[in-house]
């Protein structure tokens, strides 16, 4: 216990501890209980009266900005984890399910989709405002390593959470994404196939990235986000360009309540656009995976396009250098800086080298970027096979929620000819016979689908396929069908629920 430091003897004493006591000490005696028996007093004057430099600023937001989203992430994540089940099988139709039938569901998932994009957005001005600031100066090395830690970590949910849902776009952006290591040579390939669990994409593959997106990323994030503030509360808070990042001079300010204030605005801003976003527009679904789909243009999320970009660069032989040496030399420079732009300076101008080389790095991400969007606008073929899958997911979005037919439960209810089984109009059915016939599909399939030798008994299609798998096959046959002469039709899903109708009964 320290002495009381006599100040002016006489007149006042004050000890240490008065001098750390909370502005705000409340008499309630329930307070004094709890502060009793769990030091809360001290927690908050810890939590909250933490000394800044030169006074609050909006300049240093952004850190609790990425708390914010992070917490909600996990509260909404949770929410979506309630309903989804990791499996090629059924991850698609729980996802279909928490968008068209859950209660707000489509509103919580959407807040995590934005969410997603948020954290990447708050994270790079949290780089910046850093760099720019030299707030990585003085004895902050360490504080730097485990916000780069961090920032990959953001990099690992995103990448892990776009295959979830299991949608065309996500399967064939992973598909790319899981395929670039296994350019590079000896562990390439080995690389590829961990990321898999194997050399497809399936049940294996959302498994890894189901576990790695909601427990092993996430339980390391909140490891590396203790240890950052830790650091940071350690090195203090480095203040304006002006100060020491040494020797602190500037008079401080409290970080409550005026900092506090001004971290709750940009809280507040973000629940005002993310909730406005997810609720005027939802995160869109695609239809279900189908890895026989060869038409298919795979595209990332924005913040992986200037990558994906990239990497268009790159072949033959260079491309050991294009996706290998030159991401590695970006990163460790990135890694480095706090032991590569040494001297105290702070302020940016006077900084030219190093400020240089992060601008010249961050404009050629930028423009990698808008490269991306502009290739794509710009090739008539790509433009209108994007639409077109824009189209398809605005569509799905459209279709009311279909449940899985279980096989079994299928055939129980056709063998006991019961008519348990939502009994298709007979409308519909005459629909799909006439559509059987007018497009002389028997002369293939047989009467009623029943099968030929050229062609596969179609009765009871509905077994096999549900209407948008069975349009998504007449849109991209299989070359099997084309090999066996089959025509490409252009049907609508009514036309193709009403085959299905038909072909059902038949069974
Ligand atoms: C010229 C012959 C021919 C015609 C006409 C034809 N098909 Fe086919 N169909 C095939 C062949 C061949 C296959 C591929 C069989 C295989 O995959 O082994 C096939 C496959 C299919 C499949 C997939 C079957 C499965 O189990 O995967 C469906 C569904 C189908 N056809 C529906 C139709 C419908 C509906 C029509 C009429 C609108 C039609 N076909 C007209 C020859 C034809």
Redesign the pocket.
Same mark, same amino acid.
């Given at each position: 216990m320290a002495e009381p430091i006599e100040r002016h003897p006489g007149k006042q004493v004050e000890t240490v501890e008065a001098a750390a006591a909370p502005a705000v000490k409340s008499a309630s005696p329930l307070w004094k209980w709890l502060d009793d028996r769990t030091g809360i007093d001290e927690m908050m004057h810890v939590a909250l009266d933490e000394p800044i430099p030169g006074g609050a600023r909006y300049a240093y937001i952004f850190g609790s900005g990425l708390l914010f989203v992070f917490l909600s992430q996990i509260i909404t994540g949770t929410f979506l984890a309630l309903y989804y089940v990791p499996s090629a099988d059924h991850a698609h139709t729980t996802v279909a399910y928490i968008t068209k039938e859950v209660a707000a569901g489509s509103f919580l998932r959407s807040l995590h989709v934005y969410g997603a994009s948020a954290m990447v957005i708050i994270a790079l001005l949290h780089i910046c405002q850093t760099f720019l600031y030299g707030s990585f100066k003085g004895r902050r090395e360490v504080l730097w390593l485990s916000g780069c830690v961090l920032f990959a970590l953001v990099l690992g949910m995103a990448f892990t959470g776009y295959l979830l849902p299991w949608d065309m776009k996500a399967y064939f952006a992973t598909a790319v994404g899981t395929n670039v290591p296994s350019e590079l040579p000896v562990f390439g390939n080995a690389i590829k196939e961990v990321m898999r669990g194997g050399p497809e994409l399936g049940t294996l593959t959302i498994s890894r990235f189901f576990v790695a997106h909601v427990f092993f990323i996430p339980g390391l994030m909140i490891l590396f986000v203790g240890a950052h503030l830790m650091l940071m509360r350690k090195a203090r808070p480095a203040g304006p360009v002006s100060e020491d990042p040494f020797n602190p001079k500037l008079p401080t300010e409290p970080f409550y309540p005026r900092q506090v204030v001004k971290d709750l605005t940009l809280a507040l801003l973000l629940i005002l656009i993310l909730g406005g976003l997810a609720f005027f527009y939802p995160a869109a679904l695609g239809p279900e995976a189908n890895p026989a789909d060869t038409q298919f243009l795979p595209r990332p999320e924005w913040y992986y396009r200037s990558l994906f970009q990239w990497l268009k660069y790159w072949h033959g032989g260079a491309v050991v250098i294009g996706i290998g040496v030159i991401p590695a030399i970006v990163a460790l420079l990135f890694v480095l800086i706090p032991f590569l732009d040494r001297k105290s300076e702070r302020r940016p101008w006077r900084r030219p080298l190093s400020v240089g080389i992060f601008g010249c790095i961050l404009i050629g991400i930028v423009v990698l970027e808008i490269q991306s969007y502009h290739d794509d606008a710009h090739d008539p073929a790509i433009a209108q096979q994007l639409a077109l899958q824009e189209k398809q997911a605005e569509d799905y979005m459209k279709e009311p929620f279909k449940a899985e037919v279980v096989g079994a439960q299928a055939a129980a209810a056709a063998s006991n000819n019961a008519p348990a089984a939502p009994a298709a109009d007979s409308a519909e059915i005459t629909k799909g016979q006439q559509?059987?016939t007018s #497009? @002389? *599909?028997n @002369? *293939? #399939?047989g009467d009623a $689908?029943a099968g030929t030798p050229? @062609? +596969?008994k =179609?009765a009871g =299609?509905g077994q !096999?396929?549900n209407p948008d798998q &069975?349009l998504n096959?007449?849109n991209h +046959?299989?070359a099997? %069908?084309d !090999?066996? $002469? %089959? +025509?490409h039709?252009q049907?609508t899903t009514d036309d193709v629920k009403a =085959?299905e109708a038909y &072909?059902d009964a038949q069974h």
């Open positions: 559509v059987f #497009h @002389a *599909c @002369a *293939c #399939h $689908g050229i @062609a +596969p =179609i =299609i !096999k396929y &069975l096959l007449f +046959p299989t099997k %069908m !090999k066996g $002469g %089959m +025509p039709f049907f =085959i &072909l």
